[in-house]
T-cell receptor
Framework: GQNIDQPTEMTATEGAIVQINCTYQ??????LFWYQQHAGEAPTFLSY????GLEEKGRFSSFLSRSKGYSYLLLKELQMKDSASYLC????????????FGQGTELSVKP | DTEVTQTPKHLVMGMTNKKSLKCEQH?????MYWYKQKAKKPPELMFV???????INESVPSRFSPECPNSSLLNLHLHALQPEDSALYLC?????????????FGPGTRLTVT
């Protein structure tokens, strides 16, 4: 089967750095996605990792270790607008390539 | 144009009504998806269409009936729903296959079943 774990909630201060972890177990790993979702809005794509290492995109970076079944999303220079839910999703080729979502991490950025 | 549009934004329907949700994209994507999302939960996959053919049905009750009339449009026909079906219904699209293809989500339809 598959299992994706991420913390339910995190709080951080404006201007700081926060790391949101995601661990997964899947039989047919074929990529990991991070999405951001503000309350009442659609998820928006942040990053994609399929090989080990760090992918950097402006203030956001995502890391993957396939051997450890582990990823993190790093948000730097936090802004109030970064308060949102962050969804880790793994694609499983044994399940037709569909995305398996974690429960999401609700991030609150405080002044 | 990287937009997925969905209509209506909000829908209230009784348990005996028949209604349809609509989704449209013009990105040339050949895979389209329906998800259901409850509050504070992740999106839950319902259906996947690839090249206008239904490729995944996640054991969704038959009161939900998807339709993909062409490569740009995706409908979800609703009939005899239950109050527990109240949720945000999200449409998404992507390139088909298992490459580095992110899914683009529409803004969703907020459905309330009374």
């Amino acid at each position: 089967g598959q299992n994706i774990d991420q913390p339910t909630e995190m709080t951080a201060t404006e201007g700081a750095i926060v790391q949101i972890n995601c661990t997964y177990q899947t039989s047919g790993f074929n990529g990991l996605f991070w999405y951001q979702q503000h309350a009442g809005e659609a998820p928006t794509f942040l990053s994609y990792n399929v090989l080990d290492g760090l992918e950097e995109k402006g203030r956001f970076s995502s890391f993957l270790s396939r051997s450890k079944g582990y990823s993190y999303l790093l948000l730097k220079e936090l802004q109030m607008k970064d308060s949102a839910s962050y969804l880790c999703a793994v694609r499983d080729y044994n399940q037709g390539g569909k995305l398996i979502f974690g429960q999401g991490t609700e991030l609150s950025v405080k002044p | 144009d990287t937009e997925v549009t969905q209509t209506p934004k909000h829908l209230v329907m009784g348990m005996t009504n028949k209604k349809s949700l609509k989704c449209e994209q013009h990105m040339g994507h050949r895979a389209m998806y329906w998800y259901k999302q409850k509050a504070k939960k992740p999106p839950e996959l319902m259906f996947v269409y690839s090249y206008e053919k239904l490729s995944i049905n996640e054991s969704v009750p038959s009161r939900f009936s998807p339709e993909c009339p062409n490569s740009s449009l995706l409908n979800l026909h609703l009939h005899a729903l239950q109050p527990e079906d109240s949720a945000l219904y999200l449409c998404a699209s992507s390139q088909p296959g298992q490459g580095a293809y992110e899914q683009y989500f529409g803004p969703g339809t907020r459905l309330t079943v009374t």
